[in-house]
């Protein structure tokens, strides 16, 4: 399972992915628990599942989020909260 979720990811997280696996495996081995190691790889399991259901997209999210995270600012359009609510309303017929 650890190798078909690393397959799955981008390339480029490939190298976080190893870190957190090895960092749980370690944890595993100290407190002779697997917690850590499942944990891990329900998180990375989830990243591979976006990544595999649309990579063009989740590069995209990946990209906005880490210019949000440099400047401060949204890389994109954003709506209220107010738009929201009322976008479920209609939706819902409300």
């Not at 190893?18 to 190691?37: H, N, W």
Request: charged share 30%.
């Amino acid at each position: 399972m650890p190798r078909a979720i690393r397959e799955a990811l981008l390339p480029e997280e490939a190298d976080a992915f190893d870190r957190d696996y090895r960092q749980a495996l370690r944890t595993a081995a100290e407190t002779l628990s697997l917690e850590a190691v499942y944990k891990t790889l329900e998180h990375w399991h989830r990243i591979a599942r976006m990544t595999q259901a649309d990579p063009a997209a989740y590069r995209r999210m990946l990209q906005r989020a880490e210019h949000t995270l440099r400047t401060g600012k949204s890389a994109g359009p954003t709506v209220s909260s107010d738009q929201v609510k009322a976008l479920i309303r209609e939706r819902l017929g409300l």
